[in-house]
T-cell receptor, first 114, second 109 residues
Framework: NAGVTQTPKFRILKIGQSMTLQCTQD?????MYWYRQDPGMGLKLIYY???????DKGEVPNGYNVSRSTTEDFPLRLELAAPSQTSVYFC?????????????FGPGTRLTVL | RKEVEQDPGPFNVPEGATVAFNCTYS??????FFWYRQDCRKEPKLLMS???SGNEDGRFTAQLNRASQYISLLIRDSKLSDSATYLC??????????FGAGTRLAVHP
């Protein structure tokens, strides 16, 4: 099992550019998440999905969009990149959302917007 | 007040030392609690869940105090490989995990 994979590992964008961060998991988890982590801060939930075709906003969804067409894939789209979106982005998945279900994280994408 | 608060550290300890971290949470209705470990420039990984009765996994012991709304992590006989950031994570409701900013631990020879 590869677990949760993310591409790209690093990216530099110019203000106003768009990009998609890819996330794939091979554990057949229904639940998937996107977080961002700023220096010295905790992870903030951007969007999450409880299954194919179902997504919902987290704490900080502005400036991002997601889709979930398959169980395995959960891409995150930045439409008009801004310097405030400079961060490390982590995708995660879990078997379910409640109780003591572990979230498995991908290796992260380091994004810089200049 | 932040929903989950941790002392950022760093905690600098020698090998073999015992070190303890606390984490406070604001929502008394919080349902489940975790400690995750994050190595420098890596993804978080689950270290242990925290049960009401407390739990132990080798050198690591986690405790929950619901009355005072804090959880703790005790590491005994610290190893160099324990150097990392430890994230306190609280499940506020079924759809939301709140991550603390983390406590940095540096174990030196």
């Amino acid at each position: 099992n590869a677990g949760v994979t993310q591409t790209p590992k690093f990216r530099i964008l110019k203000i106003g550019q768009s990009m998609t961060l890819q996330c794939t998991q091979d554990m057949n988890h229904n639940y998937m998440y996107w977080y961002r982590q700023d220096p010295g801060m905790g992870l903030k939930l951007i969007y999450y999905s409880v299954g194919a075709g179902i997504t919902d906003k987290g704490e900080v969804p502005n400036g991002y969009n997601v889709s979930r067409s398959t169980t395995e894939d959960f891409p995150l789209r930045l439409e008009l990149a801004a310097p405030s979106q400079t961060s490390v982005y982590f995708c995660a998945s879990s078997y379910s959302m409640g109780g003591y279900n572990e979230q498995f994280f991908g290796p992260g994408t380091r994004l810089t917007v200049l | 007040r932040k929903e989950v608060e941790q002392d950022p550290g760093p905690f600098n300890v020698p090998e073999g030392a015992t070190v303890a971290f606390n984490c406070t949470y604001s929502n008394s209705a919080s349902q489940s609690f975790f400690w995750y470990r994050q190595d420098c420039r890596k993804e978080p990984k689950l270290l242990m869940s925290v049960y009401s009765s407390g739990n132990e996994d080798g050198r690591f012991t986690a405790q929950l105090n619901r009355a005072s709304q804090y959880i703790s992590l005790l590491i005994r006989d610290s190893k160099l490989s324990d150097s990392a950031t430890y994230l306190c994570v609280v499940n506020m409701n079924k759809r939301k995990l709140i991550f603390g900013a983390g406590t940095r631990l540096a174990v030196h020879p």
